[in-house]
């Protein structure tokens, strides 16, 4: 079984300022993956970020980067540059691929990103 | 391709009344799971077809809920006799067997029983 903590409700940043949010995960898998998404109000789930737990290299994609600390067992998303369209819910999840239910994703309970202009 | 559809976008209904909802998923992706987000919370598993076989339901999906996957294209999940405690956010996803991280979400269906 997989578990994500999310520790904070809501964070604030000034645009164009850097911004992380925390990730917490616990996994009995030797081998899963960490995802974060982005739900703006209009309800979709946007991939953003995947970090694999055998990758030596922490992922980036533009403005996103993933500091994993596989020891610590915490996956933080970091955003450079802050724009205001990133204001949104952000969610953590991950996925096990050691066990039968290797499809299934399993999310925290999300951060509510606001970017001051 | 136009990504993961879901229709209707928000539903209002009585309760006690039966709902569905469709999902179009991508035309080549032959997983497909169904999500339920209530408010606050994270989306959490409810069921999940690979092709047309219904292979994994959560506890969650009680026996009022049913999901079917004709021909492994479209999706639909029904729930009878709504219950208020069932309004929520409903996502649909795919992918394709083999991918590692290529889940593609719709822009879910927003259930609200009164």
């Known amino acids: 079984a997989q578990k994500i903590t999310q520790t904070q409700p809501g964070m604030f940043v000034q645009e164009k300022e850097a911004v992380t949010l925390d990730c917490t995960y616990d996994t009995s898998d030797q081998s899963y993956g960490l995802f974060w998404y982005k739900q703006p109000s209009s309800g979709e789930m946007i991939f953003l970020i995947y970090q694999g737990s055998y990758d030596e290299q922490n992922a980036t994609e533009g403005r996103y980067s993933l500091n994993f600390q596989k020891a610590r067992k915490s996956a933080n998303l970091v955003i450079s540059a802050s724009q205001l369209g990133d204001s949104a819910m952000y969610f953590c999840?991950?996925?096990?691929?050691?066990?039968?239910?290797?499809?299934?994703?399993?999310f925290g309970k999300g951060t509510l990103l606001t970017v001051n202009p | 391709d136009t990504g993961v559809s879901q229709d209707p976008r928000h539903k209002i209904t009585k309760r006690g009344q039966n709902v569905t909802f469709r999902c179009d998923p991508i035309?080549?992706?032959?997983?497909l799971y169904w999500y339920r987000q209530t408010l606050g919370q994270g989306p959490e598993f409810l069921t999940y077809?690979?092709?047309?076989?219904?292979?994994?339901k959560s506890r969650l999906l009680s026996d009022r809920f049913s999901a079917e996957r004709p021909k492994g294209s479209f999706s639909t999940l029904e729930i009878q006799r709504t219950e208020q405690g069932d309004s929520a956010m409903y996502l649909c996803?795919?992918?394709?067997?083999?991918?590692?991280?290529?889940?593609?979400f719709g822009s879910g269906t927003r259930l609200t029983v009164v």
């Open positions: 996803a795919s992918s394709l067997e083999g991918t590692v991280y290529g889940y593609t």
């Open positions: 035309s080549e992706h032959n997983r």
């Open positions: 999840a991950m996925r096990g691929f050691s066990g039968g239910s290797n499809y299934k994703l399993t």
């Open positions: 077809f690979q092709n047309e076989a219904q292979l994994e």
